[in-house]
């Protein structure tokens, strides 16, 4: 080796010695201050010389390391913003597991009261033709003809009681299942989530050179973007009222009373029908008297009838109202535990309908608009039913309700903003009504 030669070598080690780890260029042995974008990889000044990158597009290494961390804080931003809403979500599961746990048993409560009313009905009518007989000439034959239909009654009752009780236990048990995959799924999201979060910023801190390591970065950025596009959803729950509970039974019909209204209690923008069958909203509100009973808070009106013990049962036509509020007025001190109302509401909103009971108020699942309702008290034993009377089946009821007072029925619409509305309730009469 020629003297000229050894002292070019020497020069070239001191120089790769003086430029610190994978600065250098292997080819070169120059520091690598640019980086070519078209293919993504660093170079020194003799390579941008080079005719392989003379027409590409070239930027300093420091000013490409720096687009590469605006893009990366941009993703770590939002992978953040998701990183919370995962968490929030994770939150609402884990807080929906007790509610709909609470939803299931208060729907089995609500079925349970409900065949309770209609064995407590059929036992309690068989029982008053038993006494009707009890002129005629004892005859056990008589009795066993009158009691065996009772007890077969009372037997399918039962049996449908427990299917319902069966397929809601299935349900629940589905619900759950269902909660506890997206708590799982949720919870493996968040963990992937802070790992690549923590992989960028750790990303953002590194050397230029480093940082432009390509299928490094790439492989981070897909895996974030991969992340982003994973949708967060909550579980779907089914409603446990999807289990439709039959209803209202023909006993019902032996209950059903000729409701009348009462003008002294109409809010001034509703119109009573000449028999007071009937009400409807008016295109400007009425001048009506002073008087304590008007309900001036909202477009409502009240029975005529006030009932204090007994059972009763009336039907509305509801087809011709879009949003509607029927139920029963407590007329005591006691209504202040819940002001005085307990109702069904009903609202149409474009082709969705959506329907409420209060207190306190909740939603329910029902499939399809309803065109009558009926509504059910049993006085004595604190219950009110609200019934789908096309379908015959229940929609809610309140059981083990303590009154203290009269009790009147309650029918409201909502008040017009501004024009004509033709929204209507109409009260059904029964075709043979008990006085």
Not at 240 to 269: V, W, Y
Not at 392 to 400: A, E
Request: hydrophobic share 35%; with cysteine; aromatic share 8%.
């Amino acid at each position: 080796m020629s003297k000229r030669a050894g002292m070019s070598k020497r020069r070239d080690l001191q120089r790769r010695r003086s430029i610190p780890g994978d600065a250098a260029c292997r080819d070169h042995l120059e520091p690598l201050l640019l980086f070519c974008e078209d293919d993504q990889v660093p170079l020194c000044r003799q390579c941008f010389l080079s005719q392989e990158h003379r027409s590409h597009v070239v930027r300093g290494v420091h000013e490409a390391a720096e687009g590469f961390r605006k893009l990366f804080r941009e993703l770590l931003s939002t992978l953040k913003q998701k990183l919370e809403a995962a968490k929030s979500l994770l939150a609402e599961e884990q807080e929906n597991m007790g509610l709909v746990q609470a939803e299931e048993q208060n729907f089995k409560e609500i079925v349970k009261s409900e065949y309770k009313m209609m064995i407590r009905l059929v036992t309690e009518e068989n029982e008053m033709n038993f006494q009707n007989l009890q002129g005629y000439t004892f005859n056990p034959h008589l009795r066993e003809a009158n009691w065996s239909p009772l007890m077969k009654l009372t037997a399918e009752l039962e049996e449908k009681y427990q299917e319902t009780l069966q397929r809601l236990n299935r349900l629940g048990r589905e619900n759950v299942n269902k909660l506890q995959e997206s708590e799982v799924r949720l919870y493996e999201h968040i963990v992937r989530l802070h790992s690549i979060t923590a992989e960028l910023e750790k990303k953002c801190g590194e050397p230029s050179l480093v940082l432009l390591k390509v299928r490094d970065a790439q492989a981070l950025e897909l895996s974030g973007v991969s992340l982003l596009c994973q949708g967060l959803a909550p579980a779907r729950i089914t409603d446990p009222s999807l289990c439709r509970t039959p209803g209202p039974s023909k006993m019902l019909e032996l209950f059903q009373r000729p409701i009348t209204l009462d003008p002294k209690t109409a809010n001034s923008c509703l119109v009573l029908s000449e028999d007071l069958r009937s009400v409807r909203l008016g295109n400007v509100q009425q001048e009506v008297p002073g008087n304590p009973e008007i309900f001036d808070f909202s477009a409502s009106v009240l029975g005529v009838e006030s009932f204090t013990s007994g059972r009763h049962y009336w039907e509305v036509d509801v087809e011709k109202a879009a949003n509607w509020q029927l139920g029963i007025f407590e007329d005591s001190a006691a209504r202040l535990m819940h002001k005085g109302k307990i109702l069904l509401m009903g609202s149409m909103m474009g082709t969705k309908y959506t329907f409420w009971v209060f207190p306190p108020l909740k939603g329910i699942y029902l499939e399809e608009q309803i065109h009558k309702v009926g509504v059910f008290l049993d006085y004595k034993y604190g219950q009110i039913s609200f019934y789908d009377v096309s379908k015959r089946l229940l929609i809610y009821n309140f059981s083990g309700l303590v009154f203290k007072g009269a009790l009147r029925p309650v029918f409201s619409l909502c008040s017009p903003n501004e024009g004509t509305n033709s929204d209507s309730l109409s009260i059904c009469l029964p075709d043979v009504f008990m006085v």
